[in-house]
């Protein structure tokens, strides 16, 4: 089964569309701080169809969630309760909040801890560990895709898996076909090719699906 990106629209947004240039403060916007009602330097977001707002609140080292209740932090650390400078956040259909920091964290709905399911065999560059992971594409078989950005790669986790496998890039950090410079982003189209924007090497690259495999 080919992997489904989870953080596409779900609407079908006119090519025309205009948006209105005033934009609205909808979370926080009271100073940076570790308040429940302040963020210190958030980094990126996913909102669901409810439009509940997913922040990942960096160096508060917390996910917060807008909506009845919230998902604070417990400071910064590395057991399943915490995380540390957390980049990125995503949400996948069932409602799993998926974090990284120097490891990939799925926490279920309403669970006061989180479950490793990449890295979080500290920093480094083997198959079992990550480092300043990103993007994470979760598909309908629970494999993880995550952006792997200092180690110049995407990366592959089965469901259950102890370490990973590099399906892009690994190859060191360079221009050539083969290899990426800190890529920071990637999603699948309909057919399963890969789309990794390449940040370094300011351009997006494309890596076809094997039909054979």
Same mark, same amino acid.
């Given at each position: 089964m080919s992997p489904t990106p989870l953080r596409s629209s779900s609407i079908d947004i =006119? @090519?025309?569309?205009?948006?209105?240039? #005033?934009?609205?403060?909808?979370?926080? +916007?009271?100073? /940076?701080? #570790?308040?429940?009602?302040?963020? $210190?330097?958030?980094? @990126?977001?996913?909102?669901?169809?409810?439009?509940?707002?997913?922040?990942?609140?960096?160096?508060? =080292?917390?996910? !917060?969630?807008?909506?009845?209740?919230?998902? @604070? +932090?417990? +400071?910064?650390?590395? @057991?399943?309760?915490?995380?540390?400078?957390?980049?990125?956040?995503?949400?996948?259909? /069932? $409602?799993?909040?998926? !974090?990284?920091? =120097?490891?990939?964290?799925?926490?279920?709905? +309403?669970?006061?801890?989180?479950?490793g399911v990449a890295g979080g065999q500290e920093e480094g560059n083997s198959l079992s560990q990550l480092s300043y992971p990103l993007g994470v594409v979760v598909d309908q078989l629970g494999t993880v895709y995550v952006v792997d950005c200092s180690n110049h790669r995407i990366m592959r986790w089965p469901k259950g898996a102890t370490h990973g496998s590099v399906i892009a890039g690994g190859n060191g950090k360079g221009r050539q076909s083969n290899q990426l410079n800190y890529p920071s982003g990637f999603s699948f189209d309909r057919h399963g090719n890969l789309y990794v924007v390449d940040w370094s090497n300011h351009r997006v690259q494309k890596f076809n699906i094997d039909s054979n495999s």
């Open positions: =006119h @090519s025309n569309a205009k948006w209105i240039q #005033n934009g609205l403060t909808v979370a926080e +916007g009271n100073g /940076d701080g #570790n308040g429940i009602n302040q963020l $210190h330097y958030p980094l @990126s977001l996913y909102v669901d169809n409810d439009q509940t707002i997913y922040v990942a609140d960096q160096l508060n =080292h917390r996910i !917060v969630e807008w909506k009845c209740g919230a998902m @604070s +932090g417990n +400071g910064r650390g590395n @057991s399943l309760d915490q995380l540390s400078c957390p980049p990125y956040v995503f949400v996948d259909r /069932d $409602h799993a909040v998926y !974090v990284s920091d =120097h490891r990939m964290m799925k926490w279920e709905e +309403g669970a006061k801890q989180g479950i």
